[in-house]
């Protein structure tokens, strides 16, 4: 019985890994367009799993599944479409993941996945430089990685300014541990021209508070004409490019 149950267990392994190498196969066989889109869906899905959770919004609350699918799509794709008030409805966790999936969706699947594999000090194959040389629409894989630690570096830059101003500003009207996330929060949504915000009236409370709207609008501006213009501007000083010019 114990050389049938051996047998049997090492024929359900041997299954498992057939499966394994079929879905790797699989996965390889993708076009770089199909990992860029199947990256989103699974962010996406990722993100309703995670907001889902009952600790993800505030007590006395509950987010079906579909809300929260409805919610991290919106994120993800930054259109600022949502179904609850996300000031009210969900926690600080809550918030935090919906500010995350605002990055990933600024940002781009492909620029993040980069940059945790540089982070991690591992290689970015040739396939997956095809895929960032198609989600940045680049001419050619070449130098994608270096291009894509200056969106880091220029994101993180531009962010920071902003969310240092706001912080200014939000500690007249919050405490400390408010302002902070506030700031944080509206720098990353503006840039990323995401529309989320923490307050249940958006930013109607600074209607008359210039600071904060040309904070906000500057970051929207930088966020909106991105990264590749900006670059060909101050480098040389002019545009030159169908792509900036557009």
């Known amino acids: 019985m114990d050389f049938l ?18 879905f790797k196969k699989r996965v390889s066989s993708l076009s770089p367009s199909e990992v860029i889109l199947l990256g989103y869906v699974g962010i996406i899905l990722l993100g309703a799993l995670l907001l889902s959770l009952p600790f993800m919004v505030a007590p006395g609350n509950h987010l079906s599944f579909v809300d929260a699918l409805f919610t991290s799509t919106s994120a993800v794709c930054v259109t600022g479409l949502i179904v609850v008030d996300t000031a009210t409805f969900f926690s600080f966790w809550g918030q ?10 600024g940002l781009g699947y492909m620029t993040m996945t980069t940059l945790v594999a540089v982070a991690l000090g591992r290689r ?3 396939r997956d430089r095809l895929a960032i040389r198609d989600s940045l629409a680049l001419d050619t894989p070449g130098g994608v990685v270096r291009f894509v630690l200056l969106i880091v570096k220029y994101t993180l830059c531009i962010e920071g300014v902003g969310f240092i101003l706001l912080l200014i500003r939000f500690l007249k009207y919050f405490s400390f541990p408010q302002a902070l996330f506030s700031a944080l929060f509206h720098a ?19 209607v008359e508070d210039p ?32 792509h900036a010019r557009v």
């Not at 047998?7 to 394994?20: D, F, N, P, R, S």
């Not at 990353?188 to 600074?206: D, R, Y």
């Not at 004409?225 to 060909?232: A, L, P």
């Open 5 to 22: 149950g051996e047998v049997a267990e090492g024929k359900e392994t041997t299954g498992i890994l057939k499966l394994l190498l079929n």
């Open 96 to 105: 935090l993941t919906i500010l995350t999936l605002l990055q990933i969706g």
């Open 124 to 126: 970015v194959e040739y």
């Open 188 to 206: 990353i949504s503006a840039f990323c021209n995401a529309g989320f915000s923490v307050f249940t009236n958006s930013l109607e409370k600074f």
């Open 211 to 242: 600071f904060v709207n040309l904070t906000v609008v500057g970051l929207i501006v930088l966020g909106g004409i991105g990264f590749m213009v900006i670059k060909e501007i101050s480098e040389n000083r002019r545009v030159s490019s169908l």
